[in-house]
């Protein structure tokens, strides 16, 4: 049969692959923060120097008590329950419990393999619009459009420290107030590093609570808040908000893709239809990965000493950081927490003018290209296409020599810097010569 006689449901190599794709996911391309890695990687391996400031990962190792944990749970093999290994269940209740007020027994908590795969799960199975402030995570608006949720995108300002206000918020749900909603809200941000002061977060639950919006409260970053002061929204608004978090940020473990949510009793009906969606999609998540992460959320000293110092290193070189940017013209707030900065460039458009430089994607382009710094676009976090903000992620230096450094004693200052953290302290002048030139 030749090939105008096929018919289009047959699958062949020459396929277009308009044709067989389904329409949510045509045009999408892989994640950004995947992506950047990927290119950087490539890039290193034909031997060019690449400052790696592109994909959110911790620089610090798993503690070790952690990874001792894993060693001796090698052996466990059997598939765990959907929603989690009881005794991590039980152990994650209490951490939460006692590190955020967060009122929960083991029945609240869920498992997965990532938090990213049960923001999506939470989507696919609650019938409400997306509601996102931006700048936000590069995944949220995918997720929601390869599901074909409605979006809507509320717009922060940096005048505003990049914060939702509860006006703002208001205003947009009383143009059709019995919508169904599902807010996420993500602090320390991802983008920016900043985060909201309790009164922030009790005027925006008190919005929430008035139009019955779910909340997924995506606190990821609260255990790297920079002094050590994160507040959850989830006391604030208990029978509406689901708590997100995991071990990838502040436990150094991304690639070992443990994630979790903390639901009120109330919202038992959605928990248990994503464990529906779960059984029929990943089955549960690594049994190793969930033995050892017990060890990593029962109360040890060592490794509340780890994260003390991990907050100082990153609290220290954050803001230095964003004090190089500014001093060039670029306009950086300082982060609260987390291991970003999002820098903007407006200062400099008419100059990034004159070398062709339109937007945050060509900016980004010419800075891996010329300067070799890896980066991403502020619109692939939701800001407008003409914007010239980028995303930084702190996170190129060797975390465990830095924190070694100082457990021996050493305070993270400007010496400590340039000795631990070099390359990234290189990157950022390197980007701040790159405008000036
Ligand atoms: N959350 C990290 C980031 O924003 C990396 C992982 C991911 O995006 O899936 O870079």
Known sequence: ????????????????????????????????????????????????????????????????????ALQVNAFQKDYLPVKGLWELRETIAEHHQRSFGIECSAEDVLIGPGSKELMFLIQLVYYGDLVI??????????????????????????????????????????????????????YPSNPTGKTYPPEELADLAEVARKYRILLLSDEIYGKIHHKGLHQSIVPMYPEG??????????????????????????????????????????????????????????ENPDIDLYL????????????????????????????????????????????LKSKGIHNSSELCEKVLEEAGVAILPGSEFGQPEDALTVRLAYVNFDGDKALQAVDGGEEPDDAFLKQYCGDTLNAVAIIADWIQA
């Not at 809507?152 to 107030?177: G, I, V």
Request: glycine residues 8%.
């Open 308 to 351: 003390t110092n991990v907050r100082k290193i990153l609290n220290v070189l954050g803001s230095k950081l964003a004090g190089i940017l500014n001093k060039s013209g670029i306009k950086t707030l300082a982060p609260d927490g987390g291991f970003y900065l999002f820098p903007d460039f407006s200062p400099f458009r008419d100059k």
């Open 133 to 186: 402030p931006t700048p936000s995570w590069v995944s949220y608006v995918p997720q929601a459009k390869i599901i074909g949720r409605q979006i809507r995108l509320l717009h922060t300002k940096a005048e505003n420290n990049w914060r939702l206000t509860a006006e703002q918020l208001d205003q947009y749900c009383s143009e059709d107030p019995q919508r169904p909603r599902l807010l996420i809200l993500n």
């Open 1 to 68: 049969m030749n090939k105008q006689n096929n018919p289009v449901s047959a699958i062949s190599c020459d396929t277009s692959p308009d044709v067989q794709i389904n329409l949510n996911i045509r045009g999408l391309k892989p994640s950004a923060t995947v992506a950047i890695n990927e290119k950087s990687n490539e890039l290193i391996k034909t031997g060019k120097k690449i400052y790696k400031l592109g994909l959110g990962q911790s620089p610090f190792p798993v503690p070790q008590p952690v990874i001792q």
């Open 241 to 298: 908000t689901v708590f997100s978090g995991g071990l990838s940020k502040w436990c150094g473990a991304g690639g070992w893709r443990l994630g979790l949510f903390v639901f009120p009793g109330c919202l038992r009906w959605l928990q248990e239809a994503m464990a529906v969606a779960a059984s029929e999609t990943f089955t549960s998540t690594s049994s190793p990965i969930q033995f050892a992460a017990i060890k990593a959320f029962e």
